[in-house]
């Protein structure tokens, strides 16, 4: 991400305004007016800079052009159709979120959000997704994230004629550690970010794609080896401290994805490949 939009989740008002009302509602122009548009990022050499306001503005730009919510949009196009096998994938936002999340409550998982003043562990599975919106309201499990996967590296969500076109694009990424395109990700320049996707480079194992995406009480995540087609997902409680290496909690989800794509190479060996 290069625009130097500062993430709204960023702000600390906004993160104690969060924290002491996870039920309330929010709009995408509240979001938006938290990133601070007229005080854009100074990065210096490095353009990029993780922005959870780019997919708020992405969402509202979508019901722009389509005279349409974004749910309605994500529904049509992707949610309800059923070749994407996304049977527990769900947008708790929107005008319908609370039908939407209460229909699912009985069979959530609870997360919890350990709040270091209060040295209390809050229940925070029926949160209101409203802060999150396009930015991180979708609510699924670990089997339709492997789907989704297969849908999205192999071209499925997109038309034939634009298939080839678009994976490019998808896969077109620029470097986190300088902002600049590259190629592909090195042992020199190990991490890269393309659209709403990221690759890292791994060794042994060469080129990973990958996306972990975290709320209030959750954090999932998926890698995915283009040689092999091995997709390994994974969801656990997201703590405090995050995005801070230095928290006590850390962040161990990729550590544990490898470590279980590890084990499935062992077991079958024939699904070992560097690329």
């Known amino acids: 991400m290069t625009s130097g939009i500062p993430s709204y989740t960023r702000d600390p008002v906004f993160s104690e305004k969060l924290e002491n ?26 353009k990029f800079d993780y922005s959870n306001t780019n997919y708020i503005l992405a969402g ?10 974004l749910a309605n949009q994500l529904h049509k196009r992707i949610l309800d159709n059923s070749s994407y096998s996304l049977k527990n994938t769900y947008y ?13 409550m009985p069979r959530m998982v609870h997360g919890y ?15 209101n997704l409203s802060w999150g919106a396009a ?20 071209g499925k969500i997109f038309p034939d004629k634009y298939k080839d076109r678009e994976l490019k694009n998808l896969k077109s ?24 996707v990221g690759s890292l480079y791994k060794d ?8 972990e995406g975290s709320g209030l009480g959750y954090r999932t995540a998926y890698i995915w080896k283009s ?23 850390g962040d161990h989800i990729l550590e544990l994805m490898f470590k279980i794509y590890d084990e499935i190479i062992t077991a079958y060996p024939r699904y070992n490949c560097d690329d």
């Open 135 to 154: 930015a991180g309201a979708m609510i699924s499990n670990t089997t339709d994230i492997i789907h989704w996967v297969q849908a999205l590296y192999h």
């Open 21 to 46: 009302d996870i039920r309330a509602e929010w709009t995408d122009e509240e979001l938006v007016s938290y990133a601070h548009p007229d005080e854009p990022i100074e990065s210096g050499q490095n």
């Open 204 to 211: 042994p194992g060469g080129q990973f794609w990958y996306y």
């Open 173 to 196: 990424v620029v470097s986190m550690k300088t902002g600049r395109s590259i190629a592909t990700v090195t042992p020199q320049d190990p991490n890269g970010f393309g659209l709403g």
């Open 92 to 104: 708790v936002a929107g005008k319908n979120w609370k039908a939407i999340q209460d229909s699912i």
């Open 227 to 249: 040689c092999n087609n091995v997709t390994v997902a994974a969801a656990l409680n997201s703590k405090g401290g995050e995005g801070n290496p230095n928290a006590p909690e």
């Open 60 to 69: 509202m730009i979508i019901e722009k052009i389509t005279n349409d919510s």
């Open 113 to 127: 959000f350990y709040d270091h003043e209060t040295k209390k562990l809050l229940d925070t599975t029926a949160n």
